[in-house]
């Protein structure tokens, strides 16, 4: 049990609850799907407007040393200039009231002027996080990244890639330790390492181990999970975020296999004990969630976890983030992690209700000798998908958003964007295919 309220050992009877998937075994939901629906509802809905959205993403270049299942670029080879980029920034910044980016590719560390970029981002006052494979880091790069204000590195280290670091067929033990050793290298530097992960819902081990894997580790902050979607089936599409983003509902569109949230927070529940503490919906149904988070205290000692505690929201929470908005004019992305500030959290939320006696058992075993203490913020995300009528449906106001030709698109659907005609500014853009 290694101190935790749920086993995070990896179920070798694993699959979903139930699942659109006809594959899959219905569970018997009862009581219990209540409960699920009652911890979604009582989840922050994140309160972002189209304007106020505090992230945004730049994509700085396609092409990548490595080959994955489910990557959804489909360009050539690109190297966007720093001058280009920094146009995208300021545009990003004069649309969105920002206070974190994200740069991504194709892979980061082949563009040669990724150390100016991340400087170029904070000296803008804004977060810097940043996507890798991770191949490319070294302890040269990484000073230089942590030199120049670097706030997170995401590692994309899975089992469906063919990389030069990993065999094919890549046992978990031999995952577990590529994943391990570049988290550790990331942290030495001082940089706050996270996992990124897709989620195939065919492959429900290899989403509890990363889910296992990341509570377990000392060093990993973060563990964020997309569903897969298959975009190479996908048309092309038409307009934007401020618009609305159409496809032809003529064509044999795919359909999601993922589980819904409500099944995954039953799963979640089930295998981690763990619970939602943020939502965002969907821009076509404001019930129907399409990215969630949970907040976990962690407590380690010698590597090796002693305890953790799933935090729920209370109204300290909301008070926090509309204070936050109301004295810097952004909403909080990124916050900085720490031993004190998760000890304040925890404190705080406990007060305000989220759980006053199982918050201070996790602070006083935190506080003994030679322990460390963690904030671990599990994300679940399900990419953009076109329904029958032929829209695309997508994270409302999408903080994952790029520039396409000057418009704002949800990052995942950017390479199935039809070039666009002249400038048009109202209705669907001409398509060129």
Request: hydrophobic residues 40%.
């Amino acid at each position: 049990m290694n101190g935790h309220s749920k086993s995070i050992e990896v179920s070798d009877t694993g699959g979903w609850p139930r699942m659109g998937n006809p594959d899959f075994p219905a569970a018997q939901w009862g009581d219990g799907a209540q409960d699920r629906v009652s911890a979604i509802q009582s989840a922050i809905q994140l309160p972002w407007t189209s304007d106020s959205v505090p992230h945004a993403v730049l994509d700085i270049l396609r092409g990548c040393n490595i080959r994955c299942r489910a990557c959804y670029n489909s360009r050539p080879a690109q190297i966007r200039s720093l001058a280009e980029i920094e146009r995208q920034l300021d545009a990003l910044m004069r649309l969105r009231q920002l206070q974190t980016v994200s740069v991504v590719g194709g892979e980061i560390t082949l563009h040669p002027d990724l150390v100016e970029i991340v400087r170029r981002i904070r000296r803008r006052g804004l977060f810097a996080q940043l996507f890798t494979n991770g191949l490319g880091l070294n302890d040269t790069l990484l000073d230089q990244l942590k030199q120049a204000g670097a706030n997170a590195i995401f590692l994309h280290i899975e089992a469906q890639q063919r990389r030069a670091d990993l065999p094919p067929r890549a046992a978990t033990d031999e995952l577990r330790r590529l994943r391990a050793e570049k988290a550790a290298l990331v942290a030495a530097h001082g940089i706050e390492p996270g996992l990124s992960i897709t989620a195939y819902p065919d492959k429900p081990e290899e989403i509890e181990e990363a889910i296992a894997f990341t509570l377990e580790s000392p060093h990993l902050c973060y563990l964020l999970a997309t569903w897969w979607r298959d975009t190479s089936r996908m048309p092309a599409l038409a307009g934007d975020l401020a618009s609305g983003l159409v496809a032809d509902a003529s064509r044999d569109l795919p359909a999601p296999q993922e589980p819904a949230a409500q099944e995954l927070c039953q799963w979640l529940e089930q295998r981690f004990g763990l619970a939602p503490f943020t939502t965002l919906a969907s821009n076509l149904d404001r019930q129907a969630v399409r990215w969630l988070s949970c907040v976990v205290a962690t407590a380690h000692r010698a590597g090796e976890p002693t305890g953790q505690r799933c935090l729920h929201p209370t109204w300290f929470e909301r008070v926090f983030m509309a204070l936050s908005k109301s004295l810097s004019g952004r909403y909080p992305f990124y916050q900085k992690q720490g031993a004190p500030r998760t000890g304040l959290h925890l404190l705080l939320n406990g007060l305000a209700g989220g759980g006053w006696t199982r918050n201070l058992r996790l602070l006083a075993r935190a506080g003994q000798p030679g322990n460390q203490f963690h904030t671990k913020r599990i994300l679940f995300q399900w990419p953009a998908s076109i329904d029958s009528a032929g829209r695309v449906v997508h994270c409302l106001h999408c903080p994952d958003a790029v520039l396409k030709d000057g418009h704002l698109v949800p990052l995942c659907l950017s390479d199935k964007m039809a070039t666009r005609v002249g400038a048009e500014s109202s209705g669907a853009p001409a398509l060129v295919l």
